[in-house]
């Protein structure tokens, strides 16, 4: 089984088999520049997630979590968020649309402030590392090590479809859970070969930025650094899900596998596939509207994720966009 199709049967598993928040593919560095990203993740919810669900379905801006903005008085808005105006216009515009921010006018000038203040809505994450197969193990040893160095989730587990020797789990990081995974085409079984252990994410880490011939480059990790991180790959996983789009193509359809529910089937190649590789670049493409897919019913059928909730801005005193002269007054 490709590792595409093997991703998406193993999040509907978990969508199904936990109350957590499951998501794929979500950005996990603090420093280094090629970016680690994350195959699976499964983001525990707290006892402050019915605060969090009540403000938004989709992802609130991280920037606009990390800025000076509180809940307690209004900040004029150029100086909100100590980046490039242009890019702190986007960020708070977004605040706002979200509902995590709200504005007022006065005097011809913008004031934002935090419509709440921001729940820690969860309390475990966790990270699954997606290989349907474990002939080649000498990058995925690497990503797992870095992944325990840092300590920026709670666990790591390697998913697998292979039969895992005692070999394979001599060369796992010890701090890793291993699960075997067998998917067929009605289900999906999961069996713990090794239980993860807890990493110290309340500590500092290492990170690797990078490797070259008999050189390793590292950076520490503080404990607020992982901290900023681990809200921000929280709050991305609760807006972002783990279904995918679907492609504009007549050969693709929706259909169940494994448990899975609305996923893209090409019938030109007669599998699962990963839209990202569709287009006019294949030879069985063929120009169509995407199949009518409603992602978000199917996720708030089967997690507490809310789709649309009531919201907790209390008032907009004034509709304008950020931006206008008088908003650059000092």
Same mark, same amino acid.
């Given at each position: 089984?490709?590792?595409?199709?093997?991703?998406?049967?193993?999040?509907?598993?978990?969508?199904?088999?936990?109350?957590?928040?499951?998501?794929?593919?979500?950005?996990?560095?603090?420093?280094?520049?090629?970016?680690?990203?994350?195959?699976?993740?499964?983001?525990?919810?707290?006892?402050?997630?019915?605060?969090?669900?009540?403000?938004?379905?989709?992802?609130?801006?991280?920037?606009?979590?990390?800025?000076?903005?509180?809940?307690?008085?209004?900040?004029?808005?150029?100086?909100?968020?100590?980046?490039?105006?242009?890019?702190?216009?986007?960020?708070?515009? !977004?605040?706002?649309?979200?509902?995590?921010?709200?504005?007022?006018? !006065?005097?011809?000038?913008? %004031?934002?402030?935090?419509?709440?203040? %921001?729940?820690?809505?969860?309390?475990?994450?966790?990270?699954?590392?997606?290989?349907?197969?474990?002939?080649?193990?000498?990058?995925?040893?690497?990503?797992?090590?870095?992944? /325990?160095?840092?300590?920026?989730?709670?666990?790591?587990?390697?998913?697998?479809?292979? %039969?895992?020797? !005692?070999?394979?789990?001599?060369?796992?990081?010890?701090?890793?859970?291993?699960?075997?995974?067998?998917?067929?085409?009605?289900?999906?079984?999961?069996?713990?070969?090794?239980?993860?252990?807890?990493?110290?994410?309340?500590?500092?880490?290492?990170?690797?930025?990078?490797?070259?011939?008999?050189?390793?480059?590292?950076?520490?990790?503080s404990p607020a650094?992982?901290?900023?991180?681990?809200?921000?790959?929280?709050?991305?996983? %609760?807006?972002?899900?783990?279904?995918?789009?679907?492609?504009?193509?007549?050969?693709?359809?929706?259909?169940?596998?494994?448990?899975?529910?609305? /996923?893209?089937?090409?019938?030109?190649?007669?599998?699962?596939?990963?839209?990202?590789?569709?287009?006019?670049?294949?030879?069985?493409?063929?120009?169509?509207?995407?199949?009518?897919?409603?992602?978000?019913?199917?996720?708030a059928a089967r997690?507490?994720?809310?789709?649309?909730?009531?919201?907790?801005?209390?008032?907009?005193?004034?509709?304008?966009?950020?931006?206008?002269?008088?908003?650059?007054?000092?």
């Open positions: 089984m490709r590792e595409y199709e093997f991703e998406l049967s193993l999040c509907a598993h978990l969508e199904r088999s936990t109350e957590g928040i499951v998501a794929r593919q979500l950005g996990a560095s603090v420093h280094a520049t090629a970016g680690r990203v994350l195959d699976t993740v499964v983001v525990t919810p707290s006892a402050a997630f019915e605060r969090r669900r009540a403000i938004t379905a989709e992802t609130i801006p991280p920037l606009a979590i990390e800025c000076s903005v509180g809940p307690g008085r209004a900040t004029r808005w150029p100086g909100a968020v100590d980046l490039h105006p242009e890019t702190a216009r986007g960020v708070l515009e !977004r605040a706002v649309d979200v509902g995590f921010f709200e504005r007022e006018r !006065r005097s011809g000038r913008t %004031y934002v402030r935090q419509a709440v203040r %921001y729940p820690i809505w969860f309390d475990e994450i966790i990270a699954i590392e997606n290989k349907p197969t474990l002939d080649r193990p000498g990058a995925l040893i690497e990503q797992l090590q870095y992944d /325990v160095s840092l300590g920026l989730v709670d666990r790591v587990i390697l998913a697998t479809g292979s %039969y895992v020797t !005692r070999a394979h789990l001599n060369r796992i990081p010890a701090p890793v859970g291993v699960w075997r995974v067998e998917v067929d085409s009605e289900d999906v079984t999961v069996e713990e070969v090794r239980a993860p252990q807890a990493l110290a994410v309340d500590e500092r880490g290492t990170e690797v930025l990078d490797r070259a011939a008999g050189r390793t480059d590292v950076r520490t990790v650094e992982k901290t900023r991180v681990r809200t921000r790959i929280a709050e991305r996983a %609760y807006g972002k899900g783990w279904r995918p789009a679907f492609p504009a193509c007549a050969r693709v359809q929706s259909t169940a596998r494994a448990g899975t529910q609305s /996923v893209p089937h090409c019938a030109w190649k007669d599998r699962v596939v990963d839209p990202g590789g569709c287009g006019p670049d294949c030879p069985g493409y063929a120009s169509a509207p995407a199949p009518a897919v409603d992602h978000d019913a199917a996720r997690t507490p994720w809310e789709p649309d909730p009531d919201g907790v801005v209390r008032t907009q005193v004034d509709l304008d966009r950020f931006g206008s002269e008088s908003d650059h007054d000092s």
